[in-house]
């Protein structure tokens, strides 16, 4: 079994997954909703994403976009946790999935790892990095 963070986005899960696959690497999947066959009867916008999935390595995060008609609600509750194997890695993925965000906690030494941050990306998705380093 894997156990997969699905996503819900308002309007911008293509904008979120370029800078993901910038910033993460790895390979993008993605489909729009104009791309379903008719006979699923989802709406037609190629603008908005129906499914999308971003895999790095043995690890995949995958979204959509909020169908039309549906409410949306931001994510609360839940951040997606990168552990990493090197500061220059907490700090470039930091760096680049914080930037236009809001930082609710800096990338810096705790008792419990070598460099963690939380914060929030420009997209309302909420992040830890942690790299607990030789403990």
Request: glycine letters at 10%; aromatic letters at 12%.
């Amino acid at each position: 079994m894997r156990i997969i963070p699905y996503l819900t986005f308002n309007g911008n899960c293509k904008q979120a997954f370029a800078l993901y696959e910038e910033v993460l690497g790895g390979e993008l999947f993605s489909m729009s909703f104009a791309e379903a066959p008719e006979e699923t009867g989802m709406p037609k916008d190629p603008n908005l994403v129906m499914h999308t999935c971003l895999t790095v390595g043995a690890f995949s995060l995958m979204a959509s976009d909020c169908p039309p008609g549906q409410p949306y609600s931001k994510p609360q509750g839940v951040s997606v946790s990168l552990n990493v194997d090197s500061v220059e890695e907490a700090e470039r993925l930091f760096n680049g999935l914080s930037a236009g965000g809001s930082v609710y906690m800096p990338l810096e030494k705790t008792f419990w790892a070598e460099r963690f941050a939380m914060f929030e990306d420009r997209f309302g998705i909420a992040w830890m990095v942690n790299y607990e380093g030789g403990k």
